[in-house]
């Protein structure tokens, strides 16, 4: 019976997903109920779409899950306690996303009692590791279909297949895989597979629509963003203001090119104003609000949260001991960052906190000293090079 075949396939109307959409329900007669997972990016006439579509092609149910504050709440705001930039370079846009839509859409599965879950990742990627480690710990009883990894199937085979099932959209005009998100779309294309060629400006989402320059103050609280130009709203909300914004400055483009979970290294184009931004500003303003060893912790910890979340171990009891971490960093790191735009560009001009720890009272660096006298100073610097003097005075013959 086709109803005991009941699948939740992670669709997002792409052709991959749609691939497997009418390979499940016409030649494998499972029971095929769509999910996508809305963690940003989406406009309703495009879920419309991805719904309306997904009946098209024979599903039983479609179903869009709006996750845009539980990816803020569980990942995001980690990522700019953290100022994580894999490589000093790619705010984890797409990497971040994918295990929250993996989560979402394993728990509605076991809510309908699925059997099978389906996912669209090749064999090639990193998005199988995410999903499928996902499902795996979440619902071990529940089968994996990955039918595009399986049949190493390639673009041009899944659109015949389309066409000879009467799917026939314009999957040949699309030349760059776009994946829009809160934290940033990233973009594939022809350039992205080799390794000398930059991305054309056409390529990315948002094109320069603004000259000249424009101000921005943004509020942390406790390392949150809390308001855009005095706009208070909710942190994920201000993410997405400040993305409107900047993006007509096309801000926060650039490419990545990194380590894969499946050992090969990998390019990818990116466009991400709010998320730079953001990271940069917070990470501004801890420099004025945190310690020293605050700061040097924090780097090598963020660190790792980055890597174990870009490699699909979010579950790991570990991640939430370094959750914890961050979030008591942020007791102080509350007050205005003040940016200016420009096209392709921004500068960080300053801040104000009362946290601020560059407190004119307590001495100007290069300039006045309020705290130590001058032979105070000098005993603390004999003192703090002494055990460096004492070895190179033992090995001064070695």
Same mark, same amino acid.
């Given at each position: 019976?086709?109803?005991?075949? %009941?699948?939740?396939?992670a669709?997002?109307?792409?052709?991959?997903?749609?691939?497997?959409?009418?390979?499940?329900?016409k030649? %494998?007669? $499972?029971?095929? &109920?769509?999910?996508?997972?809305?963690?940003?990016?989406f406009?309703?006439?495009?879920?419309?779409?991805?719904e309306?579509?997904?009946?098209?092609m024979?599903?039983?149910?479609?179903?869009?899950?709006?996750?845009?504050?539980? $990816?803020?709440? %569980?990942?995001?705001?980690?990522?700019i306690?953290g100022n994580?930039?894999?490589?000093?370079?790619?705010?984890l846009s797409?990497?971040?996303?994918?295990?929250?839509?993996?989560?979402?859409i394993?728990?509605?599965?076991?809510?309908?009692?699925?059997?099978?879950i389906?996912?669209?990742?090749?064999?090639?990627?990193?998005?199988?590791?995410?999903?499928?480690?996902?499902?795996?710990?979440?619902?071990?009883?529940?089968?994996?279909?990955?039918?595009?990894?399986d049949?190493?199937?390639?673009?041009?085979?899944?659109?015949n297949?389309?066409?000879e #099932?009467?799917?026939?959209?314009?999957?040949e005009?699309?030349?760059?895989?776009?994946n829009?998100g809160?934290?940033?779309?990233s973009?594939?294309?022809?350039?992205?597979?080799?390794?000398e060629?930059?991305?054309?400006?056409?390529?990315?989402?948002?094109?320069?629509?603004?000259?000249?320059?424009?101000?921005?103050?943004?509020t942390?609280?406790?390392g949150?963003?809390?308001?855009?130009? #005095?706009q208070? #709203?909710?942190?994920?909300?201000?993410?997405?203001?400040?993305n409107?914004?900047?993006?007509?400055?096309?801000?926060?483009?650039?490419?990545?090119?990194?380590?894969?979970i499946?050992?090969?290294?990998?390019?990818?184009?990116?466009?991400?104003?709010?998320?730079?931004?953001?990271?940069?500003?917070?990470?501004?303003?801890?420099?004025?609000?945190?310690?020293?060893?605050?700061l040097? &912790?924090?780097?090598?910890?963020?660190?790792?949260?980055?890597m174990?979340?870009?490699?699909?171990?979010?579950?790991d009891p570990?991640?939430?001991?370094?959750?914890?971490?961050?979030?008591?960093?942020?007791?102080?790191?509350?007050?205005?960052?003040?940016?200016?735009?420009?096209?392709? &560009?921004?500068?960080?001009?300053?801040?104000?906190?009362?946290h601020?720890?560059?407190?004119a009272? $307590?001495?100007?660096?290069?300039?006045? #000293?309020?705290?130590?006298?001058a032979?105070?100073?000098?005993?603390?610097i004999?003192?703090?090079?002494?055990?460096?003097?004492?070895?190179?005075?033992?090995n001064?013959?070695?």
């Amino acid at each position: 019976m086709k109803t005991s075949k %009941k699948l939740v396939l992670a669709y997002s109307g792409g052709l991959d997903t749609s691939y497997c959409t009418v390979h499940l329900t016409k030649d %494998k007669n $499972f029971d095929v &109920h769509a999910v996508s997972v809305n963690t940003g990016g989406f406009t309703q006439k495009e879920i419309k779409t991805i719904e309306a579509n997904a009946y098209k092609m024979g599903v039983s149910t479609s179903k869009n899950i709006d996750a845009i504050s539980t $990816f803020y709440q %569980k990942v995001v705001k980690y990522l700019i306690f953290g100022n994580v930039l894999k490589n000093n370079t790619y705010p984890l846009s797409v990497s971040a996303e994918r295990i929250i839509q993996a989560i979402e859409i394993i728990e509605y599965a076991k809510s309908i009692n699925a059997k099978y879950i389906a996912h669209g990742s090749t064999g090639a990627g990193n998005d199988q590791v995410r999903f499928d480690m996902i499902f795996q710990t979440l619902a071990p009883e529940i089968e994996i279909i990955t039918p595009i990894r399986d049949q190493k199937l390639t673009r041009q085979e899944e659109i015949n297949y389309l066409k000879e #099932n009467g799917v026939d959209a314009s999957w040949e005009k699309s030349k760059y895989s776009v994946n829009k998100g809160l934290w940033g779309t990233s973009v594939g294309g022809e350039e992205t597979l080799t390794s000398e060629k930059s991305l054309p400006e056409e390529a990315y989402p948002s094109q320069l629509e603004k000259q000249g320059e424009e101000k921005v103050k943004l509020t942390f609280l406790q390392g949150e963003l809390v308001a855009v130009n #005095n706009q208070k #709203n909710a942190p994920e909300i201000n993410i997405e203001t400040l993305n409107t914004i900047a993006s007509g400055f096309a801000i926060g483009r650039d490419i990545h090119v990194g380590d894969t979970i499946v050992g090969i290294k990998g390019r990818v184009g990116f466009e991400a104003a709010a998320a730079i931004i953001s990271i940069k500003a917070h990470h501004l303003l801890e420099k004025h609000t945190l310690t020293k060893w605050q700061l040097q &912790h924090k780097d090598y910890l963020a660190n790792f949260y980055g890597m174990h979340l870009h490699e699909g171990h979010y579950l790991d009891p570990v991640m939430r001991d370094m959750e914890a971490f961050l979030q008591s960093s942020q007791a102080k790191v509350s007050g205005d960052v003040f940016i200016t735009l420009k096209p392709y &560009h921004f500068t960080l001009d300053g801040i104000e906190s009362k946290h601020d720890l560059m407190n004119a009272k $307590f001495g100007s660096y290069g300039e006045v #000293n309020s705290g130590w006298t001058a032979d105070e100073a000098k005993g603390f610097i004999k003192i703090i090079g002494n055990q460096n003097k004492i070895y190179q005075q033992v090995n001064a013959e070695s």
